[in-house]
């Protein structure tokens, strides 16, 4: 059996220090103790340019951009991989404008010409192979509908590029897991269950729904949360907020 190849993308400008890092490390970590091969990339140290909408990358036989940047040797990459984990905290209802970027110019996974698929017009993959997507989330609000929409554009990437999305690994009021020590909260759980949804992909190509609902838990109620997270907000405002 071929080794199983997974690419991350994390889109958090926090990189390994963010609360995003905090899922996804320990989900790529179990992938990796399952026999995967896994390549971790981050945003923050790509040069992407904006897809321009120009479609040459369509029309070449090769897919290759008019662009030159980073995204000569991601899009490979990702071609290669057999899981694309795209991971990204929630900005404004949807995944940073970085990881937007990124998702546009892998334009070059489709081609031009369309086709009826499971009764709706696709674009042609460029090749037969069929990926799985996995998102990796953090917000800081505390309900978990706030990945809604990012969640829902994933399922649509997945169907347009034919792929299997396979779950999204998310963490509503995210902002807590750094603290959750000195809060005496409990947190060992989830990082086990997020390593324990990267096992089960990669040995049995699906996620668990009781591993994903154990990553999302709550920590805490609605009301204490926003009581805690109320007392950061003011202390941080204090100390940035000045103009000058």
């Not at 926090?14 to 990339?41: C, R, S, W, Y």
């Not at 992909?201 to 009781?210: F, N, V």
Request: hydrophobic share 40%; net charge negative.
């Amino acid at each position: 059996m071929n080794q199983l190849k997974v690419v991350a993308i994390n889109a958090s400008p926090h990189k390994d220090n963010g609360n995003t890092a905090l899922i996804l490390g320990p989900f790529l970590e179990g992938m990796k103790e399952a026999g995967a091969e896994v390549q971790i990339f981050y945003t923050n140290n790509l040069k992407v340019n904006p897809c321009r909408g120009d479609v040459i990358c369509f029309c070449r036989k090769s897919g290759r951009c008019i662009q030159s940047d980073d995204m000569d040797w991601l899009v490979p990459k990702a071609r290669d991989a057999d899981v694309l984990v795209f991971a990204s905290p929630i900005y404004t209802d949807g995944v940073t404008g970085p990881m937007k970027m990124v998702i546009d110019r892998l334009v070059p996974l489709i081609t031009m010409p369309i086709e009826v698929h499971e009764g709706h017009c696709r674009h042609v993959p460029r090749d037969e192979k069929v990926r799985k997507i996995v998102f990796a989330s953090n917000c800081g609000l505390w309900e978990k509908d706030n990945f809604d929409p990012a969640i829902a554009h994933m399922k649509a990437i997945a169907r347009n590029i034919n792929a299997e999305f396979v779950g999204a690994l998310i963490r509503p009021h995210g902002m807590l897991m750094n603290q959750a020590m000195e809060l005496g909260l409990a947190v060992d759980e989830i990082l086990s269950a997020a390593r324990q949804a990267g096992h089960e992909l990669a040995i049995t190509g699906t996620i668990a729904d009781s591993t994903l609902d154990a990553i999302s838990r709550d920590l805490l109620p609605r009301d204490q949360y926003m009581i805690h997270v109320n007392h950061v907000c003011a202390g941080l405002c204090e100390r940035l907020g000045n103009e000058n």
